[in-house]
C-alpha cells in the first residue's frame, strides 16, 4: 500500500471539490491540497453535463428573498432554512467570480446584461446559461484554474473508505485504477465531494463514475444521512430503446420552460388536466403525470413524446442546438417533430447532514454538492443543483484552509484500514461466481417498478427484501478476471456495492414517509400532511428518525415577499 500525505483531500473534481480547490488555495497557497477523482479532472461528474444553466438573483426585478421562497416552496418546505438562505445569497457572489475571476462567458442580452432563461418551477427567469451547454463552460475554466496552480492531482484513484483515528477523521484509502494498488492518503481534513448519483435506476442521467460511494462510505463512517428518500426524476430523459446507453440521458428543462410540450401516446396534450402550470409545474408533479399517462396511453417504447414544433423549428434549432443536435445522433428530430421521453432518475436531494460551514458530524470531515442533504429539501429546483455545488464548494474550501490550521496529522487506525481493504478484496477471494449483470438488472428493476415515482408500503417492503438478497449475492460472489489493474468489473462490483447500500437506505426512508411530498409520492398516503408539523428523515447506523424541521426565517402560509419590496 501505497502512503501519501495532503492538508486538505477533496474527494471529487465537480463544480464542488474544484471550486473547493481554488478557495483553499487562495486563503492559504501554501497547504498541500489535493484533488482526488474516479474520472479524470475536468472530464467527468455531472456538473460537466450541466445543460439548462444556474439559478441566481441578478436582475433588478428579481430579489434573494424571492429565489429563496421559490427553493422552500419547491421544497415542500422540508429544505434546511437557513442552508437555502446561503444558496441564494451566495450564488450572486459565485456567479460573479465564474465570470469576473475565472473567465466564464455566459449569453448576454442586447444591452450587456447576463441573459437569464425560465426553468419550471420558478417565479422569475432567473437562469443563467452559455447556450445550453452551461457545464462544460463552467467546468472548463474550474479545470484550467485548477491545473494553473500548485494542487495535486491524483486522477483515475477511487476512494473506497474514510479512515478513522478514534472519533475523527486520519484520512482515506483509494483505489489506485490504474495499477489496482491501494493508497492511502492521510490529511487533515478531507471533503466529501463525489456527488450522490441515484445510478441505481433502470432510467437515470448522471455519469457512469457516480455510484454513491461518498453515501456509502459516510454512512460507514456513522454520519447521518437526511432527506434520502428524496429523489428527483427528471421528466424529459431521452427514450431511445434499449440497445442505446443515450436513453435515460436528459433533454433540458428549459425545452418545457420555453413553452415544449408533452403528448402521451395517442398525441394528446395531457399536462394541464394535472397542474394549472402545465408543461412548467415542478419536476415531481410532471414526473409523476407521465408515469400515470403511460401506464394507460404509452408511446411505443413505453413513454411520452416531448413536441417543440409549434415553437417553430429553426427558433428550436437555434436556441437549444445541442438538444437539438443529440436527438438528431439518435434519429429524432426535436425541432419538428416528436421525441419520445421518459421520466428519469437525475438528482438526491438527500445526503450528508452539515452545517452551513459544510462540517459534519465527523471532525475533520466536511461536505458540498451533490453529496450533502437539507438545501433542497423535497425538491430541487432546475438550475439551484450547480449552484448548490459551487456555493458550498466555495465555503468548504475556505473552512478547510482555515480548519486545518494549528492542526496536526492523525495516524489511522490499521485495523480499519485492514477491514476495509479486505472488504475491496472480497470478489478475489470468495469462490462462487456471480453475474453483474444479472445483479445491475434486478437492482434497476426493483428501484425503478418500487422505489420511484409512485410507491407503497407492500412495494418497499418488498424492494428491501429483494435489496437484501442483491446484497447477500454481492457479498459472496467471486469475480472471474482475478488481475488489479484497470478491472472495470471490479469497479463495477464496487459501484453495485455502493448502490445497494445506499438504495435500501432511500426504501428505508420511504417507508418511515407516511405522505406525500415533492419527489416522494406514497400511492397509499397521498395527503402532503401538515406543513406546519413539518418533519425530514434522517438515517444514522441503522435508524430512521424524523426530525421537526426549524422554521427559521419563514413559516408555511408565510412569505418573506412582502418585506423585501
Ligand atoms: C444531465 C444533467 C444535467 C444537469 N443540468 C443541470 C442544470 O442545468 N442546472 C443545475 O443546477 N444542475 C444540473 N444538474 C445537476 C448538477 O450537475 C449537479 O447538481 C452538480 O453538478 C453536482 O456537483 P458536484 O460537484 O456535487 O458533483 P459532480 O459534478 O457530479 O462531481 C462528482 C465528482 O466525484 C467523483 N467521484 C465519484 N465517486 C468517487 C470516488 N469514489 N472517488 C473519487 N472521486 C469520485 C466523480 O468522478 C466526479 O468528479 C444536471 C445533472 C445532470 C446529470
Known amino acids: 500500500m501505497r502512503e501519501l500525505t495532503s492538508d486538505i483531500l477533496i474527494l471529487g473534481a ?5 471550486f473547493a480547490a481554488l478557495h483553499a488555495h487562495k486563503a492559504n497557497p501554501a497547504l498541500s491540497i489535493t484533488v482526488a477523482v474516479k474520472g479524470l479532472l475536468g472530464k467527468c461528474g455531472c456538473t460537466r453535463m450541466v445543460q439548462g444553466g444556474y439559478n441566481v438573483a441578478l436582475a433588478r426585478e428579481d430579489s434573494i428573498e424571492r429565489h429563496f421562497m421559490d427553493t422552500i416552496e419547491g421544497g415542500k418546505w422540508l429544505p434546511d432554512q437557513e442552508l437555502a438562505w446561503q444558496l441564494v445569497v451566495l450564488a450572486i457572489e459565485r456567479i460573479k467570480e465564474l465570470e469576473n475571476e475565472l473567465g466564464c462567458f455566459f449569453d448576454r442580452n442586447p444591452d450587456g446584461t447576463i441573459h ?10 432567473r437562469t443563467v446559461h452559455k447556450g445550453d451547454l452551461t457545464g462544460i463552460e463552467i467546468m472548463n475554466r474550474l479545470a484550467e484554474q485548477v491545473w494553473a496552480r ?4 491524483l486522477e483515475e484513484h477511487r476512494a473506497v473508505e474514510l479512515i478513522k483515528s478514534g472519533d475523527a477523521l486520519a484520512g482515506v484509502l483509494f483505489i489506485d485504477m490504474r495499477s489496482g494498488e491501494y493508497v492511502f492518503v492521510r490529511a487533515k481534513a478531507v471533503l466529501l465531494a463525489t456527488g450522490g448519483g441515484p445510478t441505481m435506476y433502470k432510467y437515470h442521467t448522471p455519469s457512469g463514475d457516480k455510484s454513491c460511494d461518498g453515501l456509502a462510505m459516510a454512512l460507514r463512517a456513522g454520519l447521518p444521512l437526511r432527506d434520502m428518500e428524496m429523489v428527483q426524476f427528471h421528466p424529459t430523459g431521452l427514450l431511445a430503446g434499449t440497445h442505446t446507453r443515450m436513453t435515460g440521458t436528459v433533454l433540458e428543462e428549459g425545452l418545457r420552460g420555453a413553452g415544449g410540450y408533452l403528448l402521451n401516446g395517442a398525441r394528446e396534450r395531457f399536462m394541464p388536466r394535472y397542474d394549472p402550470l402545465a408543461e412548467r409545474a415542478t419536476r415531481d408533479f410532471v414526473s409523476r403525470a407521465m408515469f400515470l399517462e403511460l401506464q394507460s396511453k404509452p408511446s411505443p417504447h413505453g413513454g411520452a413524446y416531448i413536441s417543440m414544433a409549434h415553437l417553430g423549428a429553426e427558433k428550436v434549432a437555434r436556441e437549444f442546438k445541442g438538444m437539438v443536435e443529440r436527438c438528431a445522433d439518435c434519429g429524432f428530430d426535436l425541432a419538428g417533430g416528436l421525441v419520445e ?17 459544510c462540517s459534519t458530524a465527523l471532525p475533520g470531515l466536511f461536505v458540498a454538492g451533490e453529496d450533502s442533504g437539507g438545501v433542497h429539501g423535497a425538491n430541487r429546483l432546475g438550475g439551484n443543483g450547480v449552484a448548490n455545488s459551487t456555493v458550498f464548494g466555495a465555503v468548504a474550501g475556505d473552512t478547510m484552509a482555515a480548519w486545518v490550521r494549528n492542526r496536526d496529522f492523525r495516524a489511522a487506525d490499521p485495523a480499519a484500514l485492514e477491514a476495509a481493504i479486505a472488504q475491496c478484496e472480497k470478489p478475489f477471494t470468495n469462490s462462487r461466481r456471480m453475474d453483474l449483470e444479472v445483479l445491475r438488472e434486478r437492482l434497476y428493476e426493483t428501484m425503478w417498478q418500487k422505489v420511484g415515482i409512485v410507491r407503497d408500503a407492500a412495494g418497499l417492503e418488498s424492494a428491501l427484501a429483494e435489496l437484501g438478497g442483491i446484497e447477500a449475492e454481492l457479498a459472496t460472489g467471486a469475480l472471474p478476471d482475478r488481475q488489479r489493474a484497470f478491472n472495470l468489473t471490479w469497479h463495477d462490483w464496487l459501484n453495485l456495492a455502493s448502490l445497494v447500500e445506499v438504495s435500501k437506505v432511500i426504501a428505508v426512508a420511504a417507508l418511515a414517509r407516511r405522505d406525500s411530498r415533492g419527489a416522494h409520492y406514497r400511492s397509499d398516503f ?14 444514522r447506523d441503522g435508524a430512521l428518525t424524523m426530525k421537526p424541521v426549524v422554521f427559521s426565517r419563514v413559516k408555511p402560509g408565510q412569505s418573506l415577499l412582502k418585506d423585501a419590496a
Open 116 to 125: 437569464q432563461k425560465a426553468f419550471a418551477g420558478q417565479t422569475f427567469d
Open 14 to 18: 465537480g463544480g464542488a471539490g474544484l
Open 341 to 357: 421521453v421518459v421520466p428519469t432518475a437525475h438528482y438526491m436531494m438527500g445526503g450528508v447532514e452539515f452545517a452551513a460551514d
Open 150 to 153: 500548485n494542487i495535486n492531482r
Open 526 to 539: 397521498p395527503d402532503a400532511g401538515p406543513l406546519e408539523q413539518s418533519a425530514y428523515s434522517s438515517y
